[in-house]
């Protein structure tokens, strides 16, 4: 159990989830690193795993 995670949802799928968010920040850091990029693809990425992690805490 997660410390602060309410016990109706599963800390697998937080972690999971987690795992993912921060694997998407250090593909975009990669990407913005190696030179141009597209920041509206950048921000959807973002957005997307910041709403998968927001799912699987609500």
Same mark, same amino acid.
Not at 10 to 37: K, L, M
């Given at each position: 159990? &997660? ?8 800390? =697998? #799928?937080?972690? =999971? +989830?987690?795992? +993912?968010?921060?694997? !998407? !920040? !250090? ?7 190696? =030179?141009?990029? #597209?920041?509206?693809?950048? &921000? +959807? +990425?973002?957005?997307?795993? #910041?709403? =998968? &992690?927001? #799912?699987? &805490?609500?």
């Amino acid at each position: 159990m &997660l410390a602060g995670t309410p016990e109706s949802i599963s800390t =697998g #799928d937080v972690q =999971g +989830r987690i795992a +993912r968010a921060a694997s !998407v !920040v !250090v593909e975009v850091r990669t990407q913005i690193a190696a =030179g141009p990029y #597209d920041p509206i693809e950048v &921000l +959807r +990425r973002v957005e997307e795993a #910041d709403t =998968g &992690l927001e #799912d699987a &805490l609500t």
